[in-house]
């Protein structure tokens, strides 16, 4: 059992040709991962960063054989067709990107994705980084080491500051994962729970949430029945003004939802280590140091 | 994006919803001719985007145009929780009869939307939320929802007593409002469609309120007439912020704050409070920080502080995943460059791709570059303006 994807994993990209959809390439190529083909309306027959171009998943599919996962780097407006055309494709793991996906398409998305048994990371996500293995996304591979504890978070660059301060205190990871910081996403922290509590190099869990909506509550009900490998949480936001919009579409107090402390009462009471700074993590990790 | 109850009820109206006469007045001039046409008595109501309007005196039934002048002109420049009206609503009055609830809203929980009833609208539903019946709607079932479909789940969710109260007719009309609401928050891309009070007369229903939120990354495909009025005016620096995409929240603290990428930011208002100081804002640049973003960022901070002699250091935090540590570093080191007087000082915290060249140029500016967040917090809240 691992995290989605390897280093045999075949990657298609979506938004290939644009500015940062072939910087993101290369950063990925970097890293080893397999970019197999990539896909821009309009600029099929072309090729970007040694990868061939072509304008439909499915002509993707048709030239370059079957692919495994997708990452999206389309402008939001295009975003759910680009899924769209990924499902029908039967590439089973789509990572979105895109961040300002309309609500709507995000909750057709979901349902679309789950009911055809596509993991879809994100939308608003860096992606998943497998330490010494596989990337899919922008999570800088220099911040990351190889270890036994999964890093699963709702933020983007937050995660990044995660992994650096984890790998600066020789605590290594067995995946870095942003699942998206928007309020309808295509997995849970539930669903991510679940593989970390199933793949063998994962022997403790770090769950970084946030504030707004009830995702770590509902997290908190999963670790309590079905997690045995130890959780620890850092929530972010806690002095965070209520009503407004913090960044994220989903990080916003509504009256008594999405409160830091709701989310305290329910992860504690489901056995969650909780440190309330992102520098306590490496102190309160320490037994998973090499 | 809240809409005013006006442009609520014009969308209403597109939907065959039936909303008392009313027209919307950007002055007395214009609400007195209305009051004409419409006939009294009838209802003053501001036009802001908040509730407990009545309460605050942003409502008023008025018997004649004498009336009308006196209390338009006052609901005109009253202030109700921080915000000037952007006009006023005059309109017939409802008429009297049972005050409902109805509501669409997006659902958090099931990653859908839900139905929302009560038989006791009006205030009495902000009083009480548990009483509202709540029929989740899956995404899978939205494009099947019926009428009959309402129905049936409204005749099962209401107690014995309700059922009684709520004549068949009624909620039968009442699940065909809902059906028609429903396909509507889909196709207009709401996150709330509410109507409360939702009048149930011996004329059939009418909606004496309307409260609807637009999904903001939707409306790039949705501005056609939903928006008329200008909205409140941001302040210069909110405005500033938003021409250069970065999404700025003033707050009323000591250190002014900017990182790329919002669990970033939220970490680092915590992070102030750990050192018993405060923020005195929010400033996300999105994940990646281009030059232009940088400096424009940097330009805020500086102005947030200039006149303030609450703030006493600026922070910046930078965790880069592409090789642009060195753009967003010579971005603010040309703002702090172009600003040698600035008397607030400027720390930052650089990581990432790039980083090491990021700092260099960052300590060249006369920045105070720490090497975690933890230490750059600590430096910012122990320091002071310069005189």
Request: charged share 20%.
């Amino acid at each position: 059992m691992g995290f989605l994807c390897t280093k045999q994993t075949r990657v298609l990209v979506q938004g290939i040709t644009g500015n940062f959809g072939r910087s993101q390439t290369r950063l990925m190529q970097g890293y080893g991962t397999r970019i197999v083909a990539g896909v821009t309306p309009g600029k099929g027959g072309g090729e970007a960063e040694g990868v061939p171009v072509f304008d439909t998943v499915a002509q993707a599919v048709e030239e370059a054989g079957p692919l495994d996962a997708s990452v999206i780097y389309v402008p939001a407006p295009y975003a759910a067709a680009a899924v769209e055309e990924a499902v029908e494709s039967l590439i089973p793991l789509v990572v979105v990107i895109t961040e300002g996906v309309p609500l709507h398409d995000e909750m057709r998305l979901r349902h679309l994705t789950r009911s055809r048994g596509v993991w879809m990371i994100g939308p608003n996500c860096p992606g998943i980084l497998v330490p010494g293995d596989t990337s899919l996304g922008m999570i800088p591979p220099g911040s990351t080491a190889p270890g036994p504890v999964a890093v699963i978070s709702r933020s983007g660059t937050l995660t990044f500051e995660i992994t650096k301060i984890l790998t600066d205190n020789a605590i290594g990871q067995s995946v870095c994962v942003g699942i998206g910081g928007d309020r309808v996403i295509g997995r849970d922290f539930a669903d991510y729970l679940r593989l970390a509590q199933a793949d063998d190099a994962t022997r403790a869990i770090i769950l970084v949430g946030e504030i707004g909506g009830d995702a770590e509550e509902r997290a908190a009900a999963v670790i309590a029945a079905e997690i045995e490998k130890p959780v620890f949480g850092l929530l972010v936001g806690r002095h965070a003004p209520r009503g407004r919009r913090m960044g994220h579409a989903g990080a916003m107090i509504s009256g008594n939802t999405g409160t830091i402390e709701s989310k305290e009462v329910a992860l504690k009471a489901a056995g969650v280590t909780l440190v309330e700074y992102l520098w306590e993590l490496p102190a309160a990790l320490e037994c998973f140091a090499d | 994006m809240d809409l005013y109850e006006f442009e609520g009820k014009a969308l209403l109206a597109r939907l065959g919803v039936p909303t008392p006469p009313g027209e919307f007045c950007l002055d007395l001039e214009a609400a007195i001719r209305s009051g004409e046409s419409i006939g009294y008595p009838c209802v003053v109501k501001s036009q802001v985007l908040t509730g407990g309007r009545g309460k605050a005196g942003g409502i008023a039934i008025v018997e004649s145009a004498g009336d009308l002048a006196r209390e338009a002109a006052r609901i005109l420049t009253l202030e109700i929780k921080g915000q000037s009206p952007a006009g006023l609503l005059v309109e017939g009055r409802a008429p009297a009869g049972r005050e409902l609830y109805v509501a669409v809203t997006f659902d958090t929980g099931t990653a859908g939307l839900a139905l929302l009833f009560s038989l006791r609208g009006g205030i009495a539903v902000e009083e009480d939320a548990a009483q509202l019946v709540r029929i989740p709607v899956s995404v899978e079932d939205i494009g099947a929802v019926t009428p009959a479909w309402v129905a049936e789940r409204l005749r099962g969710a209401l107690d014995e007593r309700d059922l009684d109260a709520l004549p068949s007719e009624t909620l039968d009309t009442v699940a065909r409002l809902f059906a028609n609401l429903l396909s509507a928050t889909v196709a207009y891309d709401l996150e709330l469609l509410e109507i409360n009070p939702l009048i149930a007369s011996a004329d059939g229903l009418i909606a004496a309120d309307a409260k609807v939120v637009v999904d903001d990354d939707a409306l790039y495909r949705q501005s056609d007439g939903l928006v008329v009025a200008a909205r409140p005016l941001p302040t210069p620096l909110e405005q500033r912020a938003r021409a250069a995409s970065l999404n700025f929240v003033d707050l009323d603290g000591e250190i002014c704050l900017m990182a790329n990428g919002a669990g970033l930011n939220l970490s680092l208002l915590d992070a102030v409070a750990a050192f018993g100081s405060t923020p005195a804002n929010f400033l996300d640049t999105g994940g990646g920080a281009s030059a232009a973003k940088a400096y424009e960022g940097m330009r805020i901070l500086q102005d947030r502080g200039a006149d303030d002699p609450g703030v006493r250091a600026h922070l910046v935090m930078l965790s880069l995943a592409i090789t642009r540590a060195r753009e967003a570093a010579e971005g603010i080191a040309r703002a702090v460059a172009e600003r040698p007087d600035d008397p607030v000082p400027t720390f930052a915290v650089v990581h990432g791709t790039g980083a090491d060249e990021g700092r260099r140029l960052l300590e060249e500016a006369g920045l105070h570059v720490a090497p975690d967040i933890r230490t750059a917090v600590e430096w910012a809240a122990a320091a002071e303006r310069r005189a």
